[in-house]
Nanobody, 122 residues
């Protein structure tokens, strides 16, 4: 059993900052790419940022220069530092991870967290 648990969401004023965390736990052999997605009301879920096990990152154009993704492989944790937040960043943020489990070392499986709400409003 594998679980992803996010934390750090909340209400923040425009221009403010938040830091999201996501911890993966359970029967894990290894973790490949980890990432953050978001879904605003009435919109499709979209990739915000991703990071490989080696530390290579990619970002959606809309968050470049404002958001920073990082990870601690020893803690199976991924972070999203969000600065200069805008009302358009309001969404439910989901953690995603490609996880290798001991029972199947030749494949990786997609896991999702339950989501954490971010509201940017004055």
């Amino acid at each position: 059993q594998v679980q992803l648990v996010e934390s750090g969401g909340g209400l923040v004023q425009p221009g403010g900052s938040l830091r999201l965390s996501c911890v993966a736990s359970g029967n894990i052999f290894g973790i490949k790419t980890m990432g953050w997605y978001r879904q605003a009301p009435g919109k499709q879920r979209e990739l915000v940022a991703g990071i490989t096990s080696g530390g290579t990152t990619n970002y959606a154009d809309s968050v470049k220069g404002r958001f920073t993704i990082s990870r601690d492989n020893a803690k199976n944790t991924v972070y999203l530092q969000m600065n200069s937040l805008e009302p358009e960043d309001t969404a439910v943020y989901y953690c995603n991870a490609q996880i290798i489990v001991p029972s199947d070392l030749f494949a990786d499986y997609d896991y999702w967290g339950q989501g954490t709400q971010v509201i940017v409003s004055s």
